[in-house]
């Protein structure tokens, strides 16, 4: 059974560029959420999606945003591209929403960013 | 503001020796989460801790909660060099809206 998959590996841009990053959940996960992770830190809550609805936002500009498809996958996106944008975007699903019965997130092996 | 803090953030440990990590966060939480996270690659879910005095094993890992001290402990037992990664706790509730909120993880280094 196929994990979490996310497209691409890798990917290089340069500032002011606009980026789409792809995440397709585990076969029945509902809930699909993304983090970004800076190098040497902790990950950083983006957005959670959950039936296709945002149910909830991190403190990120508005420059990102993100939706999910009726067959839960989703995208993730970044306009305006500013050098801090380099990180691991990490895309990670879950049977149900966070706040309800669900256990653990389950992480895709993440998007690496780099913003020249 | 629901906080969750880890220590040590580096331990540098020889093989066969046991040793703990601590977890602490600031609210009360509704779960705890262990992840392993080895370099340039995703993050493992480990644990996941309901409520107060679960107490989990998986091999030479073993995780503990108490939510009445906040606290969270991920102990290694006669530690192998396959252990070396990074290990993160992340905590939910309704303080963070359900958000995760991760510690800054604990690189761990074991030596043969």
């Known amino acids: 059974d196929a994990g979490v998959t996310q497209s691409p590996t890798h990917l290089i841009k340069t500032r002011g560029q606009h980026v789409t990053l792809r995440c397709s959940p585990i076969s029945g996960h509902k809930s699909v959420s993304w983090y970004q992770q800076v190098l040497g830190q902790g990950p950083q809550f983006i957005f959670q999606y959950y039936e296709k609805e945002e149910r909830g936002r991190g403190n990120f500009p508005d420059r990102f945003s993100a939706r999910q498809f009726p067959n839960y996958s989703s995208e993730l996106n970044v306009n305006a591209l500013l050098l801090g944008d380099s990180a691991l975007y990490l895309c990670?699903?879950?049977?149900?929403?966070?706040?309800?019965?669900?256990?653990?997130?389950?992480f895709g092996p993440g998007t690496r960013l780099t913003v020249l | 503001e629901l906080k969750v803090e880890q220590n040590p953030l580096f331990l540098s440990m020889q093989e066969g020796k046991n040793y703990t990590i601590y977890c602490n966060y600031s609210?009360?939480?509704?779960?705890l989460y262990w992840y392993r996270q080895d370099p340039g690659k995703s993050l493992e879910s480990l644990f996941v801790?309901?409520?107060n005095g679960a107490v989990k094993q998986e091999g030479r890992l073993m995780a503990s909660l108490d939510t009445k001290a906040r606290l969270s402990t991920l102990h290694i037992t006669a530690a192998v060099h396959d252990l070396s990664a990074t290990y993160f706790c992340?905590?939910?509730?309704?303080?963070?809206?359900?958000?995760?909120?991760w510690g800054a993880g604990t690189k761990l280094i074991i030596k043969p």
């Open positions: 801790l309901l409520s």
């Open positions: 992340a905590v939910d509730s309704s303080y963070s809206n359900y958000q995760l909120i």
């Open positions: 609210t009360t939480s509704d779960r």
């Open positions: 990670a699903s879950s049977l149900v929403g966070q706040g309800l019965a669900g256990g653990a997130q389950f």
